[in-house]
Structures are given as C-alpha cells and as structure tokens.
C-alpha cells in the first residue's frame, strides 16, 4: 500500500533526488530551494526539511544533483536562463550549510538544460543554450567544484559550417551515457525544440581523445523526422538504447 513520505509546499515546480535516493531537492516558482533528508536510521520512510532558502531571482524549473564522488551539490536552473551551483558545506566548525560557488548563463544566452557526467579524467558538465549551442564545462581540481573551466562549444548540428541564420531555441534536453567502462570515451545526447530545423534532431556527441574535441557521431532521426522539435531524450541505463 503506497504510504505518503512528504507533502510539498504549494508553487513546487520540480524536485529531485540524489543518487542514492535518501535527499529530495524541491524548487519553487518564486526561487526557493529546499532540501529534504530522510530521518534516521536511513531506513525510514519519512523525510524533513534541512535546508530552504531562496537562491534565485525566478522559478526554478529543473534540479540536477552532482555526481555524489564530488559531495552533496546541485544545480539549480532558472526560468530566466541562470544555472546556479549550491554546494553543502562546513566552514569554521560551523554546522553544514548550503553555499552558492558558481553560476553560468545570462539575460542573452539562456541556460535551457545541464547534466553532469564523469569522463575518464574528471567531472563534466554539458549545457544546451537558447542560441542552439552546445556548451561542455571541465572540473579542473576534482576538490574544489568553483574551478569550472569551458572546455569545448558548438552548434548542434552534424555539418561544422551551418547555412542558417539566428537560432532561437525554447527548450532542450541532454542526456549523459551511462555506460561504464575503462577504455570508453564519454558521449551524450542532446536535442533542441527550436525554429531550426537543424538544431531539432537528437545528435550523439563523443569525446575524440586523439584530437581532444567533441564530435557528433550519430544523429537519430530519419530523414522526414530531422524538422521534428525535441522535448526530452534519455539513455537507458545499461543496454545502450
């Protein structure tokens, strides 16, 4: 018999749990991020509030948790296009509290979606932009989650010179694969819903070690489909579909 473990306040827009099942991020229409652990023993069926703060200016649409090898973080992304990164800290023998440490986007290149993956050498994280790019963001000290570096940016296309004019994209949806393996190299997926037709089929990006750049390696569409705009991809989790 389904039992309720929480009852969310009202203007809840998204939530999100950790990897391990036992933390739920919430985020709400007026900004406001509020963090839910389950009581001990970790067992329990019930969660409580130990963290609510307003974090940003607008609604928050979407909550991605940070690997859990980098600690207790997440990204919190806005309407408006502002991804911020709130970490779960401890400074001066102080309880934990959750600490803003870095933020991407702004009023004219909107963040549509972001998610995090773990390649061979470090934490990554891919966000798609309302201006149809691609954007890649390297960790480049694994301690410290305020040193983002930009890795790599292009436009979601298989072509490398595009013939089409200012893209203008609504939303966007990534997805990390999640396959493991020593000698496999990171991929993603990523497909827009834009005026770009271009833009709008699901494209594979892959890793080249030998000339360190991100490549398109697959597109999954068919020909008559390519105009067709994308709302949400994903991987299955452990039969590479």
Known sequence: MAKELLTL??????????YSGTRLAAGSVDGTLSIFDSRDPPSSSSLHSTFKSRVLEGNIVKIVWIPPEYGDAVACISADGIVSLWEEVAEDSQSLQWKMFKSFGNSSSKVLDAQFGISLTSLKMV?????GNVRVFELSD??????????AEFQNVIESVSSFGKASCLSASISWNPQKGGSQESSFLVGFNSNTSELNSSKVCEFDQAHQRWLPVAELALPEEKGDQLYAVAWAPNIGR
């Open 9 to 18: 306040d009202n203007g809840t827009t998204c939530t999100s749990w950790n």
């Open 127 to 131: 966000a798609a932009y309302s201006d």
């Open 142 to 151: 694994p301690l410290e989650l305020r040193n983002w570096q930009l890795q």
